[in-house]
């Protein structure tokens, strides 16, 4: 088993000055991997030298996930100070965020969590694997009013110790400045969809500004993102001339040019990988080896508007398309 020292992994700022890995280990896998191939993966993540985890309880897999934490508590491979766990509240839990805390503290076996998000800015449920054709009905645009609600009871979570820090995921320019001014604990985070040919430069920009970190999913362009957020027209990053020609000049995988680009860029890459080669590489390539000035550069002419994962199963009655769920018209 080949491994990092943690000690060694760059690290970035969360606003208070708090120091957290540049890199983390995402969950994501429930449309390809079952609950117990991705705890697995956690497991070697951790011992691999992992110690940020991007959990949610939407994944569908957080008690499996929780044996791992506590395993490895218990084993003393790892202690719970030196993690940095993350979970979300899923949409059809925005007016009990409460009981979705606690029960995703209990499935995860970590008595508090270092970071709890709003995984989107809506109510609007979906059932899990749901495919691209999927609405409910009861879906509404989005409310000032209801996230307020919502992010309010993060709040007091925040204030009674169950949660270290809050975060936001999918939101846009538009949906943060309307809400901005009426939160009293700023976000500490916020995820987003962002890889080279997606790299979201306003908001990014934005986020940065408001002393955000902002958090990239998707960082590869996912190749293996659910059958629903496929569609024709779709770039692969990694299949980029520009990527091929920097990964060679490196001797690496055009995935890990990927990695690099957002770490030096300054987002917190989470990518998922089941297999300890990919997530073993993953990590180690944020210690050594970095792109050149004139490949960043290079990265940044990539920008393509490459939206991946669009959203649409979220959609409300009377929405023109998925562009209205991010303020794009």
């Known amino acids: 088993m080949h491994s990092v020292d943690p000690a060694i992994v760059p690290k970035k700022k969360l606003p208070n000055g708090e120091e957290i890995p540049c890199i983390g280990m995402g969950t994501f896998g429930s449309d390809r991997y079952d609950a117990n191939q991705v705890a697995e993966a956690v497991a070697g993540g951790i011992k691999a030298g992992y110690r940020l985890i991007d959990c949610a309880a939407a994944y569908g897999n957080e008690s499996e996930i929780g044996k791992v934490f506590r395993a490895a508590f218990d084993e003393g491979t790892v202690s719970r100070k030196e ?30 969590l270092d970071m709890y998000i709003i995984h989107w800015p809506y109510p609007n449920y979906h059932a899990p694997g749901c495919d691209a054709d999927a609405r409910n009905p009861d879906s509404k ?18 204030n009674q110790g169950l949660i270290r820090h809050i975060g936001v995921s999918n939101m846009t320019i538009k949906k943060l400045e309307a809400v901005w001014p009426l939160l009293v604990i700023k976000p500490a985070a916020c995820e987003l969809e962002q890889h080279p040919c997606f790299q979201q430069q306003a908001l990014f920009d934005y986020l940065v500004e408001k002393d955000v970190l902002p958090f990239g999913y998707m960082p590869i362009g996912s190749p293996e993102r659910p059958d629903r957020d496929v569609f024709p027209g779709d770039i692969a990053d990694i299949e980029q001339p520009e990527m091929q020609q920097i990964a060679a000049a490196h001797g690496v995988h055009p995935a890990i040019v990927a990695l690099k680009w957002a770490v030096q860029r300054g987002q917190v890459p989470i990518p998922f990988a089941t297999f300890e080669p990919f997530y073993y590489s993953n990590l ?46």
Request: glycine letters at 4%.
């Open 83 to 112: 993690m940095f766990i993350i979970s979300k509240v899923w949409n059809d839990m925005h007016e009990r965020v409460e009981e979705a805390c606690k029960k995703s503290i209990a499935d995860l076996q970590c008595d508090y």
């Open 141 to 158: 645009p989005f409310s000032v009013a209801e996230f307020v609600n919502t992010y309010r009871q993060l709040e007091k979570l925040h």
């Open 284 to 329: 180690l390539c944020t210690t050594q080896d970095p792109l050149t000035d004139e490949e960043m550069a290079l990265i940044a002419t990539l920008e393509r508007g490459n939206r991946l994962v669009k959203g649409q199963v979220f959609l409300w009655e009377g929405a023109k398309d998925y562009t209205e769920l991010w303020d794009e018209d």
